[in-house]
């Protein structure tokens, strides 16, 4: 079974310039997460989606972080412009679905290192 | 609110010596816990999860027993490896969540040296 891919892995640009990033989750799972890896700090999750639709974005600057997952499969996340402090990991994952009696195991791609000067 | 506190890294052993990572939590009710360990270059992996009071999680060596008198999920390793080597997350769901969302400590390192 082929696992979460992401891509770039590595991405450098400079502030306020626009960054994307994409994410194909495991086949068949609903539920798809973006979380932000800080340097020395553990994933801080962003947005997660239920097939197309977003569950929780609490966490999301939405003034300059956006996300989509239009067909219910991959999605893409997008900075713009970016910030200093945007420099960080991010992460995608999915699972089969979210939430409910029994917790459903997360799988994580490799993710994608961003670095904004 | 909900959190996870690691201790501060890094832990350097010797190969073969005991492993132990802290871990407390605070959250309302009794969530359930993880631990996860990201090898240099690769995703997170689940290494081992406990969903109930003195529940015992393990695998590939290692286990942790989930503690509400002392809100601890304590990661331990009887021998260490080299291929150990890695940072571990602990990190919690809260109870009744419908999202299924992960808070995470801060990530301990662990190096094993030959």
């Known amino acids: 079974e082929a696992g979460v891919a992401q891509s770039p892995r590595y991405k450098i640009i400079e502030k306020r310039q626009s960054v994307a990033f994409w994410c194909n989750p495991i086949s068949g799972h609903a539920t798809l997460y973006w979380y932000q890896q800080i340097l020395g700090q553990g994933p801080k999750l962003l947005i997660q989606f239920q097939n197309n639709g977003v569950v929780d974005d609490s966490q999301l600057p939405k003034d300059r972080f956006s996300a989509e997952r239009l067909k219910g499969v991959d999605s893409t996340l997008k900075i713009q412009p970016a910030k200093l402090e945007d420099s960080a990991v991010y992460l995608c994952?999915?699972?089969?679905?979210?939430?409910?009696?029994?917790?459903?195991?997360?799988?994580f791609g490799p993710g994608t290192r961003l670095t904004v000067l | 609110g909900n959190s996870v506190t690691q201790m501060e890294g890094p832990v350097t052993l010797s190969e073969e010596a005991f492993l132990t990572i802290n871990c407390t939590y605070t959250a309302t009710g009794y969530p359930s816990l993880f631990w996860y360990v990201q090898y240099p270059g690769e995703g997170l992996q689940l290494l081992l999860k406990a969903t109930k009071a003195d529940d015992k999680g393990s695998n590939k060596g290692f286990e942790a027993t989930y503690r509400k008198e002392t809100t601890s999920f304590h990661l331990e390793k009887g021998s260490v490896q080299v291929s150990d080597s890695a940072v571990y997350f602990c990190?919690?769901?809260?109870?009744?969540?419908?999202?299924?969302?992960?808070?995470f400590g801060q990530g301990t390192t662990l190096q094993v040296k030959p």
């Open positions: 994952a999915s699972s089969h679905r979210s939430g409910g009696a029994s917790y459903n195991e997360q799988f």
């Open positions: 990190a919690l769901v809260r109870p009744s969540s419908n999202t299924g969302k992960l808070i």
